[in-house]
T-cell receptor, first 110, second 114 residues
Framework: SQQGEEDPQALSIQEGENATMNCSYKTSINNLQWYRQNSGRGLVHLILIRSNEREKHSGRLRVTLDTSKKSSSLLITASRAADTASYFCATDSGTYKYIFGTGTRLKVLA | DVKVTQSSRYLVKRTGEKVFLECVQDMDHENMFWYRQDPGLGLRLIYFSYDVKMKEKGDIPEGYSVSREKKERFSLILESASTNQTSMYLC?????????????FGPGTRLTVT
């Protein structure tokens, strides 16, 4: 299976609510990144968290990393309709490439 | 503003045709990548390049080749397109191969092989 696997696969919430999605991975990592993909478009980088960091914020985004559990979570606070997208985690294990998960599809209802 | 562009948003080709997908970045990045994205499978790395004329296979290189003659341009070639190569193809670039660098993605090319 994929190195990074997001959970849930799909999430539907009301505008203004918080959205939480999780990523699990299998091997040790140097860092983990989250990306957003709007329908039919390329991916956009959101945030990077290093293996020695536990939490990171960027605007309405909060990312946590638990290396003992090999998992990360992305929290989007006060969600907006424009946050509707797929969200992917990508892990760097110190090799030449990032491993992307299968994504969480978030739908924010106005 | 950084930019990665791909030659086509949508492409329809016939089985057996030779297909070229072009990617250009304007960030002077050393590294460029080609992924394909399929429902339920996420992004899978086809090939990457860490310098002009240098290339490495990714996870699913079979049926593909690449060319990087100039730093800003990375081409993906389907030598003889097959229906199982119908997919979304994403190009990306980054300052470094790995480490604490983000990848910048193009808008993608949705290829249909009939």
């Amino acid at each position: 299976s994929q190195q990074g696997e997001e959970d849930p696969q799909a999430l539907s919430i009301q505008e203004g609510e918080n959205a939480t999605m999780n990523c699990s991975y299998k091997t040790s990592i140097n860092n983990l990144q989250w990306y957003r993909q709007n329908s039919g478009r390329g991916l956009v980088h959101l945030i990077l968290i290093r293996s020695n960091e536990r939490e990171k914020h960027s605007g309405r985004l909060r990312v946590t990393l638990d290396t003992s559990k090999k998992s990360s979570s992305l929290l989007i606070t006060a969600s907006r309709a424009a946050d509707t997208a797929s969200y992917f985690c990508a892990t760097d294990s110190g090799t030449y490439k990032y491993i992307f998960g299968t994504g969480t599809r978030l739908k924010v209802l106005a | 503003d950084v930019k990665v562009t791909q030659s086509s948003r949508y492409l329809v080709k016939r089985t057996g045709e030779k297909v070229f997908l072009e990617c250009v970045q304007d960030m002077d990045h050393e590294n460029m990548f080609w992924y394909r994205q399929d429902p339920g499978l996420g992004l899978r790395l086809i090939y990457f390049s860490y310098d002009v004329k240098m290339k490495e296979k990714g996870d699913i290189p079979e049926g593909y080749s690449v060319s990087r003659e100039k730093k800003e341009r990375f081409s993906l070639i389907l030598e003889s397109a097959s229906t199982n190569q119908t997919s979304m193809y994403l190009c990306a670039s980054s300052l470094a191969l790995a480490g604490n660098y983000e990848q910048y993605f193009g808008p993608g090319t949705r290829l249909t092989v009939t």
